[in-house]
């Protein structure tokens, strides 16, 4: 298995709502990543994993909250949205960075979330 | 931090003509640079990869060069077909995990016509 599963592939959700999308790897790799891409422009990073544990926040509003339950699944919990949150939200993975060769990050084809 | 600069933001050939996508770098400890192709609605897909001990890399029609010295690197495309058409990312890292966030470029629209 060389994918990373993501779903929903659309969530339409409104601004008092609580929603989670869910992430799943089976590559063995041991860092997990959140990246939020809004339209015709690159990927931005949110969160880093890396062992399950988070260990890069890049000052993401509390209103999105990760979680990593074990080395296959990632979440991002999402509560009290803003209409400007809406974007294509993705994950991707990579080798964790005890391994001898950690380079190579696979996406997941994203969650398209409009928030109203 | 580091900065990609990506160059031409949009691009338009005709089919079998080649392009060529550029980018540079600030940050010299920079050592992972991956190209990634993105389709309308779906997620960034690795279509080349090069580590900087590494001057050139080729996988059929895609080539990626390596500058190290002036930190630049390019993408090659040659015989280009339709189906090439799309969104391409170049991006730089010091590699994976919490030591090596990918740095994504702005950005190429890549246009090929029949």
């Known amino acids: 298995d060389t994918e990373v599963t993501q779903t929903p592939k659309h969530l339409v959700m409104g601004m008092t709502n609580k929603k989670s999308l869910k992430c799943e790897q089976h590559m063995g790799h041991r860092a997990m990543y959140w990246y939020k891409q809004k339209a015709k422009k690159p990927p931005e990073l949110m969160f880093v994993y890396s062992y399950e544990k988070l260990s890069i926040n890049e000052s993401v509003p509390s209103r999105f909250s990760p979680e990593c339950p074990n080395s296959s699944l990632l979440n991002l919990h999402l509560h009290a949205l803003q209409p400007e949150d809406s974007a294509l939200y993705l994950c991707?993975?990579?080798?964790?960075?005890?391994?001898?060769?950690?380079?190579?990050?696979?996406f997941g084809s994203g969650t398209r979330l409009t928030v109203v | 931090g580091e900065n990609v600069e990506q160059h031409p933001s949009t691009l338009s050939v005709q089919e079998g003509d080649s392009a060529v996508i550029k980018c540079t770098y600030s940050d010299s400890a920079s050592n992972y640079f991956p190209w990634y192709k993105q389709e309308l609605g779906k997620g960034p897909q690795l279509i080349i990869d090069?580590?900087?001990?590494?001057g050139e890399k080729k996988d059929q029609r895609i080539a990626v060069t390596l500058n190290k010295t002036a930190k630049h690197f390019s993408l090659h495309i040659t015989e280009t077909q339709p189906e090439d058409s799309a969104v391409y990312f170049c991006?730089?890292?010091?590699?994976?995990?919490?030591?090596?966030?990918?740095?994504f470029g702005k950005g190429t629209k890549l246009s090929v016509k029949p």
């Open positions: 991006a730089a890292s010091m590699g994976g995990g919490s030591q090596g966030n990918l740095i």
């Open positions: 991707a993975s990579s080798q964790g960075k005890r391994t001898v060769s950690y380079y190579g990050y696979t």
């Open positions: 090069i580590r900087s001990n590494v």
